[in-house]
């Protein structure tokens, strides 16, 4: 719990105009997904958000386009990893007989 306190304290010095923040995100996933969400909706209009919209744009650019993450399986509700063809193992054999 003291980490947690520790974030929201840090993390809402920004909003006040006082101090800097670094985040240290290892997983670009957690990036997209919650750090963008939290400075879409707590970055005030300034140079900073500017800044912060212009890197947001690449960012999300490279995750539509670039990013290695595992992708799904095409067919329709099938949420197995892909392997070849884009489709699954089960789906490939079922195409492809192999």
Known sequence: MACRRSAVRTCSAPLFGVGEITFSVS????????VVPFMDEHLPP???REQYLVWREELLAYWETKAKRRRVCTVDGCDHPQRAKQVCRR????????
């Open 91 to 98: 789906h490939y054999y079922e195409a492809y007989g192999q």
């Open 46 to 48: 300034s140079h900073k």
């Open 27 to 34: 997983a670009l996933a957690d990036l997209v997904e919650v």
